[in-house]
Nanobody, 127 residues
Framework: QAQFVESGGGLAQPGGSLRLSCAAS????????IGWFRQVPGKQRVGVSC??????FYADSVQDRFTIPKDPAKNTMYLQMNNLRPEDTADYYC??????????????????????WGQGLKVTVTP
């Protein structure tokens, strides 16, 4: 059964760092476009970053602060979050097989949708 299992997350202070992990099972991560979305309760889910054969793309709000490395040997992707801000507080979801991965991913990502997703991780950034 194809699935993602997420780990990491939790509390961080402004300016701090966190790394989220997302291990894929039942399919090969390298065969699909991958990415991360986030959602604040009561608000729409929005794209954070994605990676495909076209390249790697970031929402404007996280550009130069977040990266999405991956380890093919572990079939695992990550979201490295640096210089965190209180507005980064949200539930984060790793996703695979995206309908869209390209420029303006932050605003266009959800329009493309995705076919695989993790269970979500809570990230709270507070002094």
């Amino acid at each position: 059964q194809a699935q993602f299992v997420e780990s990491g997350g939790g509390l961080a202070q402004p300016g701090g760092s966190l790394r989220l992990s997302c291990a894929a099972s039942g399919f090969i991560l390298e065969d699909y476009s991958i990415g991360w979305f986030r959602q604040v309760p009561g608000k729409q889910r929005v794209g954070v970053s994605c990676m495909s054969r076209r390249g790697t793309f970031y929402a404007d709000s996280v550009q130069d602060r977040f990266t999405i490395p991956k380890d093919p040997a572990k079939n695992t992707m990550y979201l490295q979050m640096n210089n965190l801000r209180p507005e980064d507080t949200a539930d984060y979801y790793c996703v695979g097989d995206l309908g869209y991965c390209g420029p303006d991913f932050g605003t266009r990502g959800m329009m493309g949708g995705y076919d695989r997703w993790g269970q979500g991780l809570k990230v709270t950034v507070t002094p």
